[in-house]
């Protein structure tokens, strides 16, 4: 039952009254500055150097005139984000100093088209929009999504080296595509629905169709509207074109950072030789002291607590460890707690959770159809049971790539490296595709994405059209690969019929391994299914005969006979019993691999050179003899994960450090390459990189040397003078607050209302279906399938339709590789805390778990608090929280049928209160 407002407004109320607000740099933290600089700097609550759209409306709460008007509010702060974002800088917060009247231009031209001449198109917002530089996302978003449609579909006809430019209108440099052409710019940065770009493309408002011969897919024009909607991020120069035909200098190329071996560079001398504990601790400070930064005073110990076990555990420690922790004044109290955490199963939930972020899995193929992976979860508990055994890293990478090819002890060991190369297999792909060899080409192309992306940390699938055009990446390289994935089949299990153009088997596990069953079909369920099917088949034969009498093609009989082959594939995943058979999604070698042609311009019509399997030319330092046989992934997979290779253990160790402390060392994740960012500690980078590799590419030991770290056990404590040099804290000067994962938003309400399942899931409720998603969404599966107290991580993860309260608080994009999610701060995360029927059952449940627990009000809000946030109120919050509950009570017994019935309500409010607060959502 949905509450009314004057609750919901009681209860945020209560959340800013208690003052659990968290947020680095604070007003009261940072000194007075005049201006706009001082507003910003005041209602940057969460110190991340941006303003959200939460944060500005509470800056606009202070200007009347504006206050008055949402519409105002809005337009402003899109008129101010330059880069569309969502997140306003101090630069172009700044920008309302110089905002005045100005003609809105904001609609395109009625005619629309590209050619012709028609009144003024709609110009930039600014002119910072057209210089600013594009982030390593962006850059790769535009290599791989931009870059290839328009050198493969419209350089002919419009750039400098086309015979006949048409339309005025040049799209192969920067500047020409914003200045335009005839009808003026092509596109409005930030505005797709107002760029003529997209109209020509989509063929609307008049305009003429783009390119002319063909249509793009919706994908692809998808991909143009979202690049335009991030403010169409373009890294091409002046010269454009003219440099497409550079030659790559390999060698050269060498030399850059990323693709040196690590070195052992000697530990530095510190002057404060007190301060470090680990070796990592003396890298750190030696650049601290270089900078004139000096660390933050140590964590409280109950906040380091709170912060180890949500890291390692994605969890809220319980009262009793709390206890025990702040009791155990031993030597050694801190590294038996991160022993303990290490050694619990909710570790490999919570890191396995980290991997399929990298991993882009999912329980459904995205694009047009959506079809459901009912197998896809055995790769999700072999990722999770992978970092609970601590397999080593580089076994781990070789058994996802080339797993089916790898020698096993047992069938046990051979069924659990088949379901790992199901990495290959639950990536996104469009089984519409008409064109077999397109397909094929696409899921390779997204195979070395995947990769290369998460393994390597390089972007080589922006060398598919062309050489890559900043890494030492050609096109040859590209489908040296390319021939190695186009010689793999990639098993994905979709049925066959008329509508599933591009289907596949599955992978049969060895009879003799002990693998999870997942969720039986009941006799009533089998029975339901056979029936549906000899209905179905009696509706054929009907619609056959009526055709003929008719003399009409029967059109009826493509869906049905898409039905019955759904229908059927369900039933075949299962033993006449009704228990799974033992099948799971991954690759296989192809029974004929051969080698890959250099498609001209990515395009499977103009194949030109064979390339012979190979791996990248720029890492591949030492001597690696050519693939003769089979696919070559066996061969990629050592490679990947050799000692030789000097990304590998980089980009891991860079992961590892950036869900410790909330940003890499590089920054840039998934981009090593030279449009990444440079490390900021090259010799701790390649430090922790070494010592992955010495200790046997154990995850667990690299952890833990770096949660015993000094570094890692400062307090989140601001200092305006190291702010002053260092405001990101790209230097380690403090611990970042950062905010709870969405699965740990979850996990942890559900562990204060003592209603968390902690045992494994069995399977997912995905098994149970086939066939594409609105299918199943029309029957109400979907929300269905969310209905479970297990972890977050076995919620069902299906592309377009994620399950609420992870997408609201920055799940990762499942078709996508993620290295580090978004972090944002909106209205919808708080309103869906005070108002979604889930939450307020499970603050229900924490009430009455408050009330059969503990006898007086005191001893319930301290324990809530306990629960909740990892401390104790204090005295202020106390008086606060208590007076809040009399009076809810009070003020709802009025109508209720007991006392009883309205102190449970009070408590429900009470718990719900905190949970919409800052400091449950964020460690500090």
Same mark, same amino acid.
């Given at each position: 039952?949905?509450?009314?407002?004057?609750?919901?407004?009681?209860?945020?109320?209560?959340?800013?009254?208690?003052?659990?607000?968290?947020?680095?740099?604070?007003?009261?933290?940072?000194?007075?500055?005049?201006?706009?600089?001082?507003?910003?700097?005041?209602?940057?609550?969460?110190?991340? $150097?941006?303003?959200?759209?939460?944060?500005?409306?509470?800056?606009?709460?202070?200007?009347?005139?504006?206050?008055?008007?949402?519409?105002?509010?809005?337009?402003?702060?899109?008129?101010?984000?330059?880069?569309?974002?969502?997140?306003?800088?101090?630069?172009?917060?700044?920008?309302?100093?110089?905002?005045?009247?100005?003609?809105?231009?904001?609609?395109?031209?009625?005619?629309?088209?590209?050619?012709?001449?028609?009144?003024?198109?709609?110009?930039?917002?600014?002119?910072?929009?057209?210089?600013?530089? *594009?982030?390593?996302?962006?850059?790769?978003?535009?290599?791989?999504? #931009?870059?290839?449609?328009?050198?493969?579909?419209?350089?002919?006809?419009?750039?400098?080296?086309?015979?006949? #430019?048409?339309?005025?209108?040049?799209?192969?440099?920067?500047?020409?595509?914003?200045?335009?052409?005839?009808?003026?710019?092509?596109?409005?940065?930030?505005?797709?629905?107002?760029?003529?770009?997209?109209?020509?493309?989509?063929?609307?408002?008049?305009?003429?169709?783009?390119?002319?011969?063909?249509?793009?897919?919706?994908?692809?024009?998808?991909?143009?509207?979202?690049?335009?909607?991030?403010?169409?991020?373009?890294?091409?120069?002046?010269? $454009?074109?003219?440099?497409? !035909?550079?030659?790559?200098?390999?060698?050269?190329?060498?030399?850059?950072?990323?693709?040196?071996?690590?070195?052992?560079?000697?530990?530095?001398?510190?002057?404060? =030789?007190?301060?470090?504990?680990?070796?990592?601790?003396?890298?750190?400070?030696?650049?601290?002291?270089?900078?004139?930064?000096?660390?933050?005073?140590?964590?409280?110990?109950?906040? #380091?607590?709170?912060?180890?076990?949500?890291?390692?555990?994605?969890?809220?420690?319980?009262?009793?460890?709390?206890?025990?922790?702040?009791?155990?004044?031993? *030597?050694?109290?801190?590294?038996?707690?991160?022993?303990?955490?290490?050694?619990?199963?909710?570790?490999?939930?919570?890191?396995?959770?980290?991997?399929?972020?990298?991993?882009?899995?999912?329980?459904?193929?995205?694009?047009?159809?959506?079809?459901?992976?009912?197998?896809?979860?055995?790769?999700?508990?072999?990722?999770?049971?992978?970092?609970?055994?601590?397999?080593?890293?580089?076994?781990?990478?070789?058994?996802?790539?080339?797993?089916?090819?790898?020698?096993?002890?047992?069938?046990?060991?051979?069924?659990?490296?088949?379901?790992?190369?199901?990495?290959?297999?639950?990536?996104?792909?469009?089984?519409?595709?008409? !064109?077999?060899?397109?397909?094929?080409?696409?899921?390779?192309?997204?195979?070395?994405?995947?990769?290369?992306?998460?393994?390597?940390?390089?972007?080589?699938?922006?060398?598919?059209?062309?050489?890559?055009?900043?890494?030492?990446?050609?096109?040859?390289?590209?489908?040296?690969?390319?021939? #190695?994935?186009?010689?793999?089949?990639?098993?994905?299990?979709?049925?066959?019929?008329?509508?599933?153009?591009?289907?596949?088997?599955?992978?049969?596990?060895?009879?003799?391994?002990?693998?999870?069953?997942?969720?039986?079909?009941?006799?009533?369920?089998?029975?339901?299914?056979?029936?549906?099917?000899?209905?179905?088949?009696?509706?054929?034969?009907?619609?056959?005969?009526?055709?003929?009498?008719?003399?009409?093609?029967?059109?009826?009989? =493509?869906?049905?006979?898409?039905?019955?082959?759904?229908?059927?594939?369900?039933?075949?995943?299962?033993?006449?019993?009704?228990?799974?058979?033992?099948?799971?999604?991954?690759?296989?070698?192809?029974?004929?691999?051969?080698?890959?042609?250099?498609?001209?311009?990515?395009?499977?019509?103009?194949?030109?050179?064979?390339?012979?399997?190979?791996?990248?030319?720029?890492?591949?330092?030492?001597?690696?003899?050519?693939?003769?046989?089979?696919?070559?992934?066996?061969?990629?997979?050592?490679?990947?994960?050799?000692?030789?290779?000097?990304?590998?253990?980089?980009?891991?160790?860079?992961?590892?450090?950036?869900?410790?402390?909330?940003?890499?060392?590089?920054?840039?994740?998934? !981009?090593?390459?030279?449009?990444?960012?440079?490390?900021?500690?090259?010799?701790?980078?390649?430090?922790?990189?070494?010592?992955?590799?010495?200790?046997?590419?154990?995850?667990?030991?690299?952890?833990?040397?770096?949660?015993?770290?000094?570094?890692?056990?400062?307090?989140?404590?601001?200092?305006?003078?190291?702010?002053?040099?260092?405001?990101?804290?790209?230097?380690?000067?403090?611990?970042?607050?950062?905010?709870?994962?969405?699965?740990?938003?979850?996990?942890?309400?559900?562990?204060?209302?003592?209603?968390?399942?902690?045992?494994?899931?069995?399977?997912?409720?995905?098994?149970?279906?086939?066939?594409?998603?609105?299918?199943?969404?029309?029957?109400?599966?979907?929300?269905?399938?969310?209905?479970?107290?297990?972890?977050? =991580?076995?919620?069902?993860?299906?592309?377009?339709?994620?399950?609420?309260?992870?997408?609201?608080?920055?799940?990762?994009?499942?078709?996508?590789?993620?290295?580090?999610?978004?972090?944002?701060?909106?209205?919808?995360?708080?309103?869906?805390?005070? !108002?979604?029927?889930?939450?307020?059952?499970?603050?229900?449940?924490?009430?009455?778990?408050?009330?059969?627990?503990?006898?007086?009000?005191?001893?319930?809000?301290?324990?809530?608090?306990?629960?909740?946030?990892?401390?104790?109120?204090?005295?202020?919050?106390?008086?606060?929280?208590?007076?809040?509950?009399?009076?809810?009570?009070?003020?709802?017994?009025?109508?209720?049928?007991?006392?009883?019935?309205?102190?449970?309500?009070?408590?429900?409010?009470?718990?719900?209160?905190?949970?919409?607060?800052?400091?449950?959502?964020?460690?500090?």
């Amino acid at each position: 039952m949905p509450r009314h407002l004057p609750l919901a407004a009681a209860l945020f109320a209560l959340a800013v009254g208690l003052t659990l607000a968290v947020g680095a740099g604070r007003a009261e933290d940072t000194p007075k500055r005049p201006g706009l600089e001082a507003a910003f700097k005041k209602f940057d609550a969460n110190g991340d $150097g941006k303003l959200s759209h939460e944060e500005f409306n509470q800056f606009v709460q202070s200007a009347p005139r504006i206050k008055a008007q949402p519409k105002a509010k809005d337009f402003l702060f899109k008129r101010l984000d330059a880069d569309g974002d969502g997140f306003l800088t101090l630069d172009e917060f700044k920008k309302l100093a110089d905002l005045g009247p100005k003609k809105d231009n904001d609609t395109p031209n009625k005619g629309g088209s590209l050619k012709g001449k028609t009144e003024p198109a709609p110009t930039p917002k600014n002119n910072a929009e057209a210089t600013k530089e *594009p982030t390593a996302e962006q850059v790769a978003f535009f290599e791989k999504k #931009i870059r290839p449609v328009l050198v493969g579909k419209c350089y002919s006809c419009h750039s400098e080296s086309a015979e006949k #430019i048409k339309g005025g209108l040049t799209l192969d440099t920067r500047a020409g595509l914003r200045k335009g052409g005839e009808s003026g710019p092509a596109l409005v940065p930030g505005a797709p629905k107002k760029s003529l770009l997209i109209h020509a493309l989509r063929g609307t408002d008049n305009s003429a169709q783009m390119p002319p011969k063909e249509k793009l897919t919706e994908d692809t024009i998808a991909d143009f509207e979202k690049w335009i909607a991030m403010g169409a991020p373009d890294p091409r120069g002046k010269a $454009g074109a003219k440099n497409a !035909n550079a030659a790559i200098d390999i060698e050269q190329g060498r030399t850059h950072w990323a693709f040196q071996p690590p070195k052992a560079a000697a530990v530095p001398a510190v002057k404060n =030789v007190a301060w470090p504990k680990t070796d990592a601790d003396r890298f750190l400070l030696a650049k601290l002291e270089e900078k004139g930064l000096t660390p933050a005073s140590d964590a409280d110990k109950r906040a #380091i607590l709170r912060r180890v076990t949500f890291d390692l555990t994605g969890l809220p420690p319980t009262p009793e460890e709390l206890d025990e922790f702040l009791n155990d004044n031993s *030597p050694n109290a801190f590294a038996k707690v991160v022993d303990r955490l290490l050694a619990s199963p909710a570790f490999g939930e919570t890191w396995g959770r980290h991997w399929l972020d990298v991993a882009r899995y999912a329980e459904s193929s995205g694009k047009e159809q959506n079809i459901v992976y009912p197998h896809a979860w055995r790769y999700r508990d072999y990722v999770i049971q992978a970092f609970n055994k601590d397999k080593p890293y580089a076994r781990f990478l070789r058994e996802q790539l080339a797993g089916d090819l790898i020698p096993a002890k047992d069938d046990a060991e051979k069924a659990e490296q088949l379901i790992a190369t199901g990495y290959l297999a639950v990536g996104p792909k469009s089984h519409n595709e008409p !064109n077999p060899l397109h397909f094929r080409l696409d899921v390779a192309d997204e195979q070395i994405d995947a990769f290369s992306q998460g393994m390597l940390g390089m972007t080589v699938a922006c060398a598919r059209c062309h050489d890559h055009k900043f890494d030492p990446i050609p096109t040859h390289d590209y489908y040296a690969l390319a021939g #190695i994935f186009t010689s793999t089949e990639t098993k994905f299990g979709i049925p066959q019929g008329g509508v599933f153009r591009q289907n596949a088997s599955l992978i049969d596990l060895p009879t003799g391994a002990d693998v999870p069953a997942g969720l039986v079909l009941s006799k009533t369920e089998q029975g339901f299914l056979k029936k549906r099917v000899d209905d179905l088949k009696k509706e054929r034969d009907e619609a056959r005969e009526q055709a003929r009498k008719d003399k009409q093609p029967p059109i009826r009989l =493509v869906g049905i006979n898409n039905q019955i082959a759904i229908l059927e594939k369900q039933l075949s995943h299962f033993e006449a019993d009704g228990s799974p058979k033992k099948q799971a999604m991954g690759v296989g070698d192809k029974m004929a691999p051969r080698d890959s042609p250099v498609y001209t311009r990515g395009e499977p019509e103009k194949p030109g050179e064979i390339v012979s399997r190979g791996f990248l030319q720029v890492v591949n330092t030492v001597h690696t003899p050519p693939v003769k046989n089979g696919s070559g992934r066996r061969e990629l997979a050592q490679w990947v994960a050799s000692k030789d290779n000097p990304l590998t253990a980089r980009v891991w160790a860079n992961r590892v450090w950036l869900h410790l402390f909330g940003r890499g060392i590089v920054s840039s994740p998934d !981009n090593f390459g030279t449009t990444g960012q440079p490390p900021s500690h090259p010799e701790l980078l390649d430090y922790l990189a070494l010592s992955l590799m010495e200790h046997g590419w154990s995850t667990k030991k690299l952890i833990r040397g770096i949660v015993l770290s000094h570094a890692y056990q400062m307090s989140s404590t601001y200092d305006a003078k190291n702010a002053a040099t260092d405001p990101d804290n790209v230097y380690v000067w403090r611990m970042s607050k950062r905010r709870l994962g969405a699965e740990s938003v979850r996990d942890a309400m559900l562990a204060v209302a003592g209603q968390l399942d902690i045992t494994p899931a069995n399977g997912s409720p995905v098994g149970r279906f086939e066939g594409p998603v609105q299918v199943l969404n029309r029957g109400g599966g979907m929300a269905v399938m969310a209905e479970t107290n297990h972890r977050s =991580v076995y919620l069902p993860i299906v592309r377009g339709q994620v399950p609420e309260v992870l997408e609201l608080f920055d799940f990762a994009e499942p078709s996508l590789v993620t290295g580090a999610r978004d972090d944002t701060s909106v209205p919808s995360q708080g309103l869906f805390l005070m !108002n979604n029927p889930s939450v307020m059952k499970l603050a229900e449940k924490t009430a009455t778990r408050l009330l059969g627990r503990y006898q007086s009000p005191t001893e319930r809000v301290d324990a809530a608090f306990r629960l909740t946030f990892g401390r104790s109120p204090t005295p202020t919050e106390a008086t606060a929280a208590t007076t809040f509950i009399d009076s809810f009570a009070r003020d709802s017994g009025k109508g209720r049928k007991s006392a009883t019935e309205a102190e449970k309500a009070a408590w429900a409010a009470f718990s719900q209160a905190l949970f919409a607060t800052a400091e449950f959502r964020y460690v500090d």
